[in-house]
């Protein structure tokens, strides 16, 4: 089989600014409007042309919202907060976050001290999704300059969230 270029598929807003972060190249990356997009994406004909890495959240639901798509992706492995899933018939993956991008902020910033209120963000899981529900929020100054701090101050699910990206870009 030919290589094929890697094509990220985060889910949101706030992982597609995540996952930027990490991998800044634009191309690299198309933000998908929820999970069952990103499934039908990874069955897209493009499928043939990309190896596809979806980034979701792990959602109480994942399976039924997506028809059953990723029933046959198999644990790879799962560390702070991180899970990454794959099928190996397709050399199709997912990044599973937390149970969302924004417990997995608020877990992160406790483990390293940071408080989400001085970026003018909430601990709280259900306004913080609020606040990072818009598309602004991939280019807000404020959540930018967070998920470098937490990078920064190395954030274990920041750390596995990078060790896997580079393990899927160098591989």
């Known amino acids: 089989m030919p290589e094929r270029n890697i094509q990220f598929l985060p889910e949101c807003h706030a992982d597609t600014a995540l996952l930027r972060h990490f991998i800044p190249d634009h191309r690299q990356s198309i933000h998908i409007l929820g999970c069952p997009e990103v499934a039908k994406t990874m069955l ?27 029933k046959d992706f198999k644990l790879v492995t799962q560390e702070n ?7 190996f018939s397709t050399e199709q993956h997912i990044i599973v976050i937390d149970k969302a991008a924004e417990s997995f902020l608020i877990w992160n910033a406790d483990q390293v001290g940071v408080d989400l209120n001085i970026y003018g963000f909430s601990s709280m899981v259900k306004i913080l999704r609020n606040q990072t529900k818009s598309p602004t929020i991939e280019t807000d100054p404020n ?18 969230l990078e060790r896997i990206l580079n393990d899927f870009i160098i591989t």
């Open 143 to 160: 959540y930018l300059r967070l998920l470098a701090d937490l990078h920064t101050r190395q954030a274990p699910g920041f750390l596995t």
């Open 44 to 70: 897209s004909s493009k499928a043939a042309a990309y190896r596809f890495i979806g980034m979701v959240d792990n959602d109480d639901d994942l399976d039924i919202r997506c028809k059953g798509f990723f």
């Open 81 to 87: 907060r991180v899970t990454v899933r794959s099928n």
